[in-house]
């Protein structure tokens, strides 16, 4: 059932929902409020349905970081989970994976108007790959493809590191996926930062009824500040990412979870036929595989734009076969899109996988200029991702497995390693010396 929320205020754009300042959600904050007496807040970095996200100065150490704010209905789960991540006993165990989870630098709650939040601090980062693929000056928003081949096993290595911990993520999608910056922020002074990528621009909050706000209801609220880049323009040297988010993230060794809070189209298909067996690691495998399919290409493998749950299992089944038999009869929506012996009904659009890897990944390429993937790789591709995506979840490879298949291994870790060894070479290139900590670069920042 869909809740109405009543219109309290004054719509205002690219900001959190302005009703959830009340008590149990946000925490009014203000550009310049002084967090934990230490993190003096300069800009707005962005919003979820559970925090707002805000750049600060942490006069401490002088650098910049990222405070994610929590509602007040949120728990610590998530950065307990993170502060176990980077815990010594789990990053000495793979030093790859835990360069690629957001780091926590300090943690701690802030009390007001509306209830108790936890606070999580951790490092600014551009943007989400959502986000650079939205800005593209193109129509088709995509990434170089030794790029997206880099951020392809990134993200599988930062999947294989938290699976190794014992840990599902839960939500793999490309706005939980975060652009690392190539250099140090804290280069730039607040002014410059200002300079560089534009003042904060707050907007009034006024109420519908044109009563006063009460006290859990910041006078202003800020657009986030766009620090990100252009998907086409990110080189493979400035392609670093970080996985974030783990609010939904659970150890089915402690917690069995049947229900799965990713969006529907990297919803994997167990979630739906088999509520009675708890999610596990192979969810995420799904989730990654449609994760890895838009990184190369232009849009979702399963496409979730006003789509139902139906003709998502519907499009899954066109790609990837039948359903297995008791998920088939389980599904009562099935006349509307197939006859009884499985045969799509005319009505019916199907779109084979060859003919996916042409409308998604390979003729938007082309028509962007950019390059496309040769016919062996494109086997490799196919080849991961067949296996990634059984219906079954118990046939899919693990994320250890996946890093070691073919595509993997000849094509994207390659050009992942290529992006982690370039860091000095890219120091060089935007004109900062290597060990330089203390000089505004004055370069091209982008
Ligand atoms: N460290 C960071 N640096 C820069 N931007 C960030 C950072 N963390 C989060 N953001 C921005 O804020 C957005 C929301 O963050 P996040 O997904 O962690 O919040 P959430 O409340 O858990 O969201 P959700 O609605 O997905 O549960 C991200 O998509 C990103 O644009």
Not at 270 to 291: G, H, N, Y
Not at 341 to 366: F, H, T, V, Y
Not at 396 to 420: G, K
Request: aromatic share 10%; net charge negative; with cysteine.
């Amino acid at each position: 059932m869909s809740t109405v929320h009543p219109i309290l205020y004054e719509p205002v754009d690219d900001v959190e929902r302005l009703d959830v300042y009340r008590p149990g959600g946000y925490h009014p904050i203000q550009v310049g409020d002084h967090l934990h007496n230490r993190y003096g807040v300069v800009h707005k970095l962005g919003h979820g349905s559970f925090s707002t996200i805000w750049l600060a100065k942490d006069e401490q150490l002088s650098k910049y970081v990222a405070i994610k704010v929590g509602t007040a209905y949120s728990d610590h789960k998530e950065a307990d989970i993170l502060a176990e991540l980077a815990s010594p006993a789990c990053r000495k165990q793979d030093q790859r994976g835990n360069k690629l989870i957001t780091p926590v630098f300090d943690r701690f709650t802030l009390d007001g108007p509306n209830g108790t939040h936890p606070c999580l601090v951790t490092s600014p980062a551009r943007c989400s790959l959502a986000d650079a693929k939205e800005a593209s000056t193109f129509p088709d928003g995509m990434f170089q493809l030794d790029v997206a081949r880099s951020m392809a096993a990134q993200v599988a290595m930062a999947v294989a590191f938290i699976h190794d911990n014992g840990y599902v993520h839960g939500d793999l999608h490309l706005g939980n996926i975060l652009l690392q910056f190539p250099w140090r922020l804290d280069l730039l002074s607040t002014s410059q930062l200002y300079e560089e990528f534009g003042h904060p621009d707050p907007q009034p909050v006024v109420r519908a009824d044109g009563e006063s706000l009460s006290a859990g209801v910041p006078s202003h609220v800020f657009p986030p500040v766009w620090l990100g880049k252009i998907s086409e323009h990110i080189t493979l040297a400035q392609a670093k990412i970080l996985l974030t988010d783990f609010g939904v993230a659970f150890r089915p060794a402690q917690e069995s979870r049947f229900k799965s809070y990713s969006p529907l189209p990297i919803r994997p298909p167990e979630a739906r036929f088999d509520v009675t067996t708890p999610l596990s690691f192979s969810s995420d495998i799904w989730s990654l595989a449609c994760a890895i399919w838009e990184i190369l290409g232009l849009r979702p493998l399963f496409d979730g734009w006003l789509c139902t749950e139906d003709d998502i299992t519907s499009d899954q089944i066109e790609a990837l076969g039948p359903l297995p038999p008791e998920w088939w009869k389980k599904w009562d929506a099935r006349s509307k899109y197939y006859t009884e012996d499985g045969q799509p009904k005319e009505s019916c659009e199907a779109w084979s996988w060859n003919q996916r890897l042409e409308r998604d990944i390979q003729d938007p390429r082309r028509r962007s200029g950019l390059d496309i993937l040769e016919e062996e790789e494109q086997d490799a591709l196919f080849e991961m991702l067949w296996r990634m995506l059984a219906f079954r979840p118990e046939d899919r490879p693990s994320a250890n497995e996946v890093l070691q298949m073919a595509w993997m291994r000849n094509w994207a870790i390659p050009d992942s390693e290529r992006t982690w060894n370039n860091e000095g070479d890219m120091k060089q290139r935007i004109g900062l010396p290597k060990s330089s900590n203390s000089q505004a670069p004055g370069q091209d920042l982008n």
